[in-house]
């Protein structure tokens, strides 16, 4: 079975650095095809894909938050790290981590199996 | 990077309509599209991938079509389980985009 859960902290003041982590269990991210992705979803408004870090270490940012964001790996440890620099109140959201991975072996990555999400507000 | 707009935004229906929500994407993303399903307070659910391809697990009153820049997603006989927000997403090219989403409300 596979499962994936966040933690961080529930309340981070602006300017602070927002450090998330994604534990997983029923898969491991030494497997070719496997990734980890992370989403975000500011109360009451849309899922924004954040970034993804894969097997082989790639990773890939969302073009506006590019600069903030850093993904990690520990794979010994099943866990996948999100740091975001310079928070803001409008980083206020339920952040989510997705196992992410190759369909089939075809080259078709998706976000199949989702944590529950972890809710964080900005605020002083 | 590739804009995705659905619509409608809000869909209002009953049990048993059927029910189709469009995207479409700012440049060709060929059938590299994914749905999902939220309910509140869930995380989303996949419930389509490349296009027209059902994940498993899922009834087989949804389906989805399109390709290239237009795409639909289709409830044949809306069911009460069915009430959601839906997501298109195309995994074409990073960065990964999501559509603003479509609320599927009760008539």
């Known amino acids: 079975q596979v499962t994936l859960r966040e933690s961080g902290p529930a309340l981070v003041k602006p300017t602070q650095t927002l450090t998330l982590t994604c534990t997983f269990s029923?898969?491991?991210?030494?497997?070719?095809?496997?990734?980890v992705s992370w989403v975000r979803q500011p109360p009451g408004k849309a899922l924004e894909w954040l970034a993804l870090i894969a097997w082989d270490d790639d990773k890939y940012y969302t073009t506006s938050l590019k600069t903030r964001l850093t993904i990690s790996k520990d794979t010994s440890k099943n866990q996948v790290v999100l740091t975001m620099t310079n928070l803001d109140p409008v980083d206020t959201a339920t952040y989510y981590c997705?196992?992410?991975?190759?369909?089939f072996g075809s080259g078709i990555f998706l976000m199949d199996v989702w944590g529950q999400g972890t809710t964080v507000t900005v605020s002083s | 990077d590739i804009q995705m707009t659905q619509s409608p935004s809000t869909l209002s229906a009953s049990v048993g309509d059927r029910v189709t929500i469009t995207c479409r994407a700012s440049?060709?993303?060929?059938?590299?599209l994914a749905w999902y399903q939220q309910k509140p307070g869930k995380a989303p659910k996949l419930l389509i991938y490349q296009a027209s391809s059902l994940e498993s697990g899922v009834p087989s009153r949804f389906s989805g079509s399109g390709s290239g820049t237009e795409f639909t997603l289709t409830i044949s006989s809306l069911q009460p389980d069915d009430f959601a927000t839906y997501y298109c997403q195309q995994y074409n090219s990073y960065p990964w985009t999501f559509g603003q989403g479509t609320k599927v409300e009760i008539k």
């Open positions: 029923g898969f491991s991210l030494s497997t070719s095809g496997m990734c």
């Open positions: 997705a196992r992410t991975r190759d369909y």
């Open positions: 440049q060709s993303i060929s059938s590299r």
